[in-house]
């Protein structure tokens, strides 16, 4: 695609956006509602077409796709996003006559006439809430895929048209090669520009952006879980197939998938008993979904990290590394809370530590790159330990097994979902 | 030579080898010393012994020097694999590494081998018209000396190349972490006035530095035909990066060193020996890398831990005997496939650490571009 031709498709959308003013909220609302449930039937065309079709491109097996969907989408229905736009935006109906008010306020929240997503990654559910945020602010959009994965995009806008098509009309794609700078700057035009991606992509993308244009932007993330470990006698297997499921789902590929599960106590048979539960899981898992085939580089990473917590139990150290034969699944039991790279792929660290004030101490350099944590064992100290979470940065506390299930309105990045991306507007009484 | 009379009657053979004028890519020789060497390791080095067991691989067991399992390059971060007495340790390598990152060491008993090694591989790939070991050539470091950086391998290096090697006028052109602009351009027109030719060592990133001066000074400089490059390294943790690609064409338009005269150094701290591209030595060839008979590459399949089919891509593995006083086969953070008898980097990953050891030296360079 050229620069012109975005230029064109924005010039379009901005069109086909003037429609969508004078639609309701409400309609809207049930409109993409209605779009989510037929995303949340295993047996609709559209689930059925990105069953197919999401393999080849980004290299997730089809039981993978299906089991992953299955359970993300299990809570986005018409009802949790009425429950989103109700929170963020004020009641539904009372919106169109009286937005919100604030004591003798009226407050509007708009969309912008045209919003640019840039999108990143291959897991479908980011795509989908990313492209229909901005209608729900009866905002045009205009998506550039992500280069592994052009499917769901297209997929969620031929859904949104089959559905309403006058809705249909105002999203498109702009499929371009990401180091096009000139594209982007084409995409930029928009009012509005949503982005997910790497550091670096984000820095490009605030570096051609206009002074002052809204930019949304999410940059890499990453979760972790944290479980209160039961002597070996009372292992809780039922705790790490749930881990289990965090971790193997999109192949650790997500911001919301634990690189590492500490195990809080200090008796170390209970790391030990939890690392082997983990490794039996993720076997079983593996069974159920298969990975996959990863390209070198990802094997490479972790074959090199198991060789070297291979050296460091060699060299003494309270080291075990459970794996299966291929590159499919590690689990690394470690001696110490020293951060060590992440290559992803089904490959976790156990990292005992003896009490809370060390998790966070152990935690805290991962502050900034918080999504979320899942707790588990805690007690009556969870809910003090999810606050200190949420204080170090995280945006969301779960249990595990719900690390990939996260609600429509849960806040990433920190932020609300819909009102970063409108215009808020008070008029005074 | 090491003081244990088995290292040393190995050490010896090796030695040999390395100072044999002819080279001779025998397997059998090749085989038979690189078992003898693993064992020998997997007897003095405990840390060692281990991973192998671990790995189900003893000397004797081993189907043959392509089974020895490889060290990770990071793995010199964390523990000390030596196969010699504490005490014993002579010389220390570090590897190179960001303010906020551990650096690797290799503790080395003697540099005998070292420097037997590097010499031959040096003269042979980037000097490949030298026909007598009197042979000298004009050379100009971009890389700190040996006793201003006493613990980087690249230094030391390029400390006996331009002993050995290098003419009346050769010299290191960064002095207290600073590069002698003035100096080497000084230098560098002469050569190009008198049409005497002239090798530049350095790090990529050193040349980048090099070509920045000269482009904000608006010069450009012509060099005699026979000059060369020889580069080394990337750009970990630098804030200017430039592709390999894009540094050749400026190397050329700056400096006229066309890319067929330029010689990619593949080497890492934790390696006694070194691999060229073998642009000068075969230029009517594939550019590839080799390197000594005495140092072999395979390419490992990460999935299956066995050999790659011939041309795919996989990580890169050195037996290298010159590792005689730590551990002889190191996986490398690099990916690569095999290329007629030597092979090609194929990029290295952003989560490699173990980049050679060309950032010590760069670092010291960034400390006059913050």
């Keep these: ?429 | 030579m090491s003081g244990d009379p088995g290292r040393s009657e190995i050490d010896g053979r090796v030695l040999a080898w390395m100072r044999e004028p002819e080279w001779n890519y025998d397997e059998a020789r090749f085989e038979q010393l690189a078992l003898e060497l693993f064992a020998f390791q997997f007897e003095h080095c405990e840390v060692f012994r281990r991973f192998c067991e671990g790995r189900g691989q003893t000397p004797s067991t081993i189907e043959g020097w392509r089974r020895i399992p490889a060290v990770p390059a990071g793995a010199f971060k964390e523990v000390e694999l030596r196969s010699f007495p504490s005490e014993a340790t002579t010389h220390r390598f570090r590897t190179s590494g960001t303010s906020t990152s551990v650096r690797g060491t290799l503790h080395l008993d003697t540099l005998e081998l070292y420097e037997a090694s590097l010499l031959p591989t040096f003269r042979r790939f980037v000097f490949p018209e030298m026909t007598t070991p009197l042979d000298r050539a004009a050379i100009r470091v971009l890389a700190p000396p040996p006793d201003q950086e006493p613990d980087s391998s690249l230094s030391h290096m390029f400390g006996v190349a331009l002993a050995e090697l290098g003419a009346a006028g050769s010299s290191f052109d960064v002095d207290d972490g600073v590069l002698q602009v003035d100096l080497l351009l000084t230098s560098l027109v002469e050569s190009a006035a008198s049409e005497s030719p002239v090798a530049l060592c350095g790090t990529a990133f050193a040349f980048v530095h090099l070509i920045d001066h000269l482009v904000r000074r608006g010069v450009l400089v012509g060099l005699p035909p026979a000059s060369r490059v020889m580069e080394t390294g990337g750009f970990k943790g630098r804030s200017r990066e430039m592709p390999p690609a894009a540094l050749y064409a400026e190397l050329k338009r700056v400096l006229g060193i066309p890319a067929e005269r330029i010689v990619n150094q593949y080497g890492m701290t934790e390696l006694g020996s070194q691999f060229y591209d073998s642009v000068l030595r075969a230029p009517s060839e594939p550019r590839r890398k080799l390197g000594p008979p005495w140092a072999r590459v395979v390419i490992i399949d990460p999935d299956t831990g066995h050999e790659a089919a011939t041309g795919h891509v996989g990580t890169i593995v050195v037996i290298d005997l010159a590792n005689t006083g730590s551990v002889l086969a190191l996986q490398t953070g690099d990916l690569g496939r095999a290329v007629l008898d030597g092979f090609e980097v194929v990029g290295r990953g952003p989560g490699a650490e173990e980049r050679g050891c060309s950032i010590a030296a760069d670092e010291l360079l960034g400390r006059e571009f913050p």
């Design chain 1, 1 to 429: 695609m050229t620069p012109d031709e975005i230029s064109q498709r924005l010039g379009s959308l901005r069109d086909a956006g003037q429609r969508l003013k004078r639609r309701s909220l409400a309609d809207l609302l049930g409109v993409l509602g209605a779009v989510l449930d037929t995303w949340r039937d295993p047996n609709s065309q559209w689930r059925r077409e990105l069953e197919a079709e999401l393999p080849a491109t980004t290299g997730f097996g089809t039981p993978l796709i299906q089991r992953g969907l299955e359970h993300a989408l299990a809570g986005w229905t018409s009802r949790a996003l009425s429950d989103l736009a109700t929170r963020e935006l004020g009641a539904v109906g009372e919106h169109e006559a009286a937005p919100r008010h604030e004591t003798a306020r009226l407050r509007m929240a708009a969309g912008f006439d045209t919003t640019a997503v840039v999108l990143a990654g291959a897991i479908p559910m980011p795509t989908l809430l990313s492209l229909i945020a901005p209608l729900i602010l009866r905002s045009a959009v205009l998506a550039k895929p992500a280069s592994r994965d052009p499917v769901t995009p297209r997929l969620v806008a031929c859904s949104i048209a089959e559905a309403d098509a006058e809705l249909g009309s105002c999203i498109d794609l702009a499929p371009f090669d990401g180091n096009d700078t000139a594209c982007i700057r084409s995409l930029l035009r928009a009012d509005c520009v949503y982005a997910t991606g790497s550091d670096a992509t984000i820095a490009a993308l605030r570096s051609l952006a206009r002074p002052g244009q809204r930019l949304v932007a999410d940059g890499h993330r990453v979760s972790l879980a944290a479980v209160a470990t039961p002597s070996r006698e009372n292992s809780v297997t039922d705790l790490a197939e749930r881990l289990a499921l965090d971790i193997a789902l999109w192949n650790q590929l997500g911001c919301l998938s634990p690189i590492i599960v500490f195990a809080v106590g200090d008796e170390p048979s209970g790391a030990e008993a939890l690392a082997e539960d983990l490794a039996r899981e993720l076997q079983r898992a593996e069974k159920m979904w298969p990975r996959g085939a990863v390209d070198a580089a990802a094997g490479r990473d972790i074959a090199r990290e198991r060789a070297e917590a291979e050296l460091r139990s060699a060299a003494g150290r309270r080291v075990v590394v459970h794996c299966s034969d291929s590159t499919a699944w590690t689990v690394v039991l470690e001696a110490d809370a020293e951060l060590r790279p992440a290559p992803l792929h089904r490959f976790i660290r156990v990292v005992p530590v003896n009490d809370q004030a060390a998790l966070l101490s152990a935690m805290r350099p991962l502050g900034g790159q918080l999504a979320a944590v899942a707790l588990e064992g805690f007690g009556d100290r969870a809910d003090s330990l999810g606050r200190a979470m949420l204080e170090l940065g995280a945006s969301r506390v779960c249990r595990p097994g719900c690390l990939q299930s996260p609600p429509l309105s849960w806040p990433r990045g920190g932020r609300a979902v819909l009102l970063p991306l409108a215009r808020l507007g008070d008029l005074e009484r």
